[in-house]
């Protein structure tokens, strides 16, 4: 349980750095990021291994779903607590 958390912090501090870089200050924005990332990562990475190593489709299908909801609220949360701070840095 803790290694989850701790995970998820990283993860959501990351999700942070990147909509900052990213300037992005709006709940559009962070849900734009969050669904780029999904497909950029979760979605990508184990069709490879769907493909060559004839890993099961439902059960990448259960774990695109995890993450896309991870990335997307994460991003819409961590957006939205820090779009009033991120406004005025810039």
């Known amino acids: 349980m803790l290694g989850e958390t701790v995970r ?3 993860l959501a501090l990351v999700i942070a750095c990147l909509l900052f870089h990213g300037g ?7 849900l734009q990021m969050g669904l780029l990332l999904w497909i950029g990562l979760p ?3 184990p069709t490879g291994s769907m493909v060559r190593e004839n890993y099961p489709r439902q ?15 994460l991003s819409v949360i961590v ?7 991120w406004r005025g840095v810039r």
């Open 43 to 45: 979605v990508t990475l």
């Open 59 to 73: 059960l990448a299908a259960i774990h695109a779903g995890d993450w896309l909801v991870k990335l997307v609220l």
């Open 79 to 85: 957006g939205l607590r820090h779009s009033q701070t």
């Open 8 to 10: 998820n912090i990283v």
């Open 24 to 30: 992005v200050v709006n709940r559009a924005g962070a």
